[in-house]
Nanobody, 117 residues
Framework: QVQLVESGGGSVQPGGSLRLSCAAS????????MDWYRQAPGKERELVAT???????NYADSVKGRFTISRDNARNTVYLQMNGLKPDDTAVYYC???????????WGQGTLVTVSS
């Protein structure tokens, strides 16, 4: 059974930083591209960042230059370092990966990030 467990959310002032973590189990982690999504109140879920099995990262335009995605295959964990946080970054952040064999996307439970003064 695939499990994705996020941690690291919280409340921060504008300009602050947070690091999110997502621990994966039930998959051969090194074989999977990993994604971070977010969903703000009243908005659709959006892709924030992706890291491939080879370590190549891609970002939404809204977070480029501020967020960094990374992975530690030895720890089966993917990270999202968020710097220069803005109120518009307030959302529930989800870790996710596509399970091709099951033709389904696995999701974590989400972690709330609130950016407010």
């Amino acid at each position: 059974q695939v499990q994705l467990v996020e941690s690291g959310g919280g409340s921060v002032q504008p300009g602050g930083s947070l690091r999110l973590s997502c621990a994966a189990s039930g998959i051969a982690f090194y074989n999977y591209d990993m994604d971070w999504y977010r969903q703000a109140p009243g908005k659709e879920r959006e892709l924030v960042a992706t890291i491939t099995t080879g370590g190549r990262a891609n970002y939404a335009d809204s977070v480029k230059g501020r967020f960094t995605i990374s992975r530690d295959n030895a720890r089966n964990t993917v990270y999202l370092q968020m710097n220069g946080l803005k109120p518009d970054d307030t959302a529930v952040y989800y870790c996710s990966t596509f399970i091709a064999l099951r033709r389904t996307r696995a999701w974590g439970q989400g972690t709330l990030v609130t950016v407010s003064s």
